[in-house]
């Protein structure tokens, strides 16, 4: 929410301790790799994403494996480059993404560990993309603007130059690979990775693309209510699987340094002192998301869940903006109401969604 104004108009979530310090007891802590930054970049879904399937490979093959981040972000350069051509320039061209960007480029490309694709250049420790973006669109408009005629050619030598060769195989402990034949190795299957979202502008349990300007590839969301949502999040998790996240960390009480993310009724300074929070229903949430209150800001990865001494849930989301002078070692506590709000949408393996939910969207 942007205005408190309107808070007084909403339920509330009663809480019975006005002045305690919230502490957190932890219910579910599923297994992942270590908090790193993303740095100067807007890949965060790239971050998230590498890291759920880090915890995926953990999962399935009891391995852990630091990914690559830019291998994949290097090919998608390549997809986004491709459809900003073929619409002629009409749409957006950043560095945002999804996570199913992600898995589409896996489907396609594989994926190799970190240490053999940085995307970092000699005596370089931090990723910055700062000109990245600047660099290959102007290439793109003036083949748009039929002012060259061969744009393949330079965009390919700009993100070479930036992030580096993709790498077509390594020697990994004793074996040599292509990305393809290691990603089959780990027995990660993109197909079985769907997304999920709860808006009330499309039909429950259809598939619909979600029109927000990072979905450049147009990908597809099963749309359930606000309520299964919530609770596929919570069964997945106790059930072993982690869950890629996409929401809005505009607000004021979304603060890294703290390490918290809540939705109080009325403004406050002290997000760690217990308060009560807004009760998001969905109509609320689609109000908040066509006013753009609710914006599609950043993607991380919820790997647990935890409870305060009122019983409250909170979602444990690894983020990817580094541990220093960050609460949490790096990880977010998202409040329940928060994340009824503030989601746009999840991703996660179609196992780990409720019987009862899969049903409903026709899934075998």
């Not at 250049?121 to 039929?146: G, T």
């Not at 949502?229 to 607000?251: F, M, R």
């Amino acid at each position: 929410m942007k205005k408190y104004s309107l808070i007084v108009a909403f339920s509330l979530v009663t809480v019975f301790a006005f002045s305690q310090t919230r502490t957190f007891t932890p219910i579910v802590d599923l297994e992942t790799t270590d908090v790193i930054s993303q740095g100067n970049t807007g890949t965060c879904w790239s971050f998230s994403a590498s890291s759920f399937l880090e915890s995926e490979i953990m999962r399935i093959n009891k391995k852990k494996v630091d990914l690559s981040e830019m291998f994949n972000v290097r090919h998608t350069y390549d997809d986004k480059a491709w459809n900003y051509v073929m619409r002629q320039g009409k749409l957006q061209f950043s560095q945002g993404g999804l996570g199913h960007d992600v898995i589409n480029s896996v489907a396609k490309n594989g994926f190799v560990p970190n240490t053999f694709y940085t995307g970092l250049k000699e005596n370089e420790f931090k990723h910055n993309h700062a000109d990245l973006v600047d660099s290959l669109k102007p290439i793109l408009d003036q083949y748009i603007a039929k002012d060259i005629k061969d744009w393949k050619t330079p965009v390919t030598k700009v993100l070479n130059d930036k992030l580096g060769e993709p790498t077509t195989s390594f020697l990994y402990e004793g074996k040599t690979y292509t990305p393809q034949s290691f990603m089959a190795s780990l027995k990660i299957q993109p197909e079985h990775y769907v997304s999920l979202t709860s808006f009330n502008h499309a039909p429950y349990y259809t598939s619909f693309v979600l029109n927000i300007p990072d979905n450049f590839s147009n990908g597809s969301f099963y749309n359930v209510t606000l309520d299964e949502l919530v609770e596929t999040t919570l069964e997945a998790l106790k059930n072993g699987y982690t869950i890629e996240l996409d929401c809005d960390v505009s607000e004021k009480t979304f603060s890294s340094k703290d390490g918290i993310a809540i939705l109080p009724t009325e403004p406050t300074k002290d997000l760690m002192t217990l308060t009560t929070e807004i009760n998001v229903t969905q109509d609320l949430r689609q109000q908040e998301f066509e006013n753009y209150n609710t914006t599609d800001d950043h993607l991380m990865h919820i790997t647990g869940f935890l409870k305060d001494q009122n019983g409250q849930l909170f979602f444990k989301v690894k983020n990817s903006w580094g541990t220093t002078y960050a609460g949490n070692n790096g990880y977010i506590y998202m409040s329940e109401a928060y994340f009824r709000m503030k989601t746009i949408s999840i991703l996660l393996h179609k196992d780990g969604i409720p019987k009862t939910v899969a049903k409903k969207l026709n899934m075998k």
